[in-house]
């Protein structure tokens, strides 16, 4: 595995320290993880794409609950 070296701002590594730390890894992995997921092909795009399209629709519950029967009945 090549080594780089990156400029940032400090106060962006301290946060993507904290945000690292904060999900039990180092931040080289953090970045190496952006990077994989930003330039290469991803193949779970679709749960992606669908929470995409849950967040654009707009509806509403209005407070609705549902039990875990009526989920199920089809």
């Known amino acids: 595995m090549k080594n780089i070296t990156l400029s940032i701002d400090e ?3 301290q946060a ?3 945000y690292a ?3 039990n890894m180092s931040f080289n992995v953090l970045v190496r993880r952006l990077i994989e997921q930003t330039v ?3 193949k779970d795009t679709w749960l992606h794409d669908t929470f995409s399209l849950m967040d654009a629709i707009n509806v509403s519950s209005n407070g609705k609950k549902w039990t ?3 989920l199920y009945r089809v």
Do not use: K, N
């Open 11 to 13: 106060s962006v590594l």
């Open 16 to 18: 993507g320290r904290a």
């Open 21 to 23: 730390r904060a999900h």
């Open 40 to 42: 290469l092909p991803q």
């Open 68 to 70: 875990r029967d009526e």
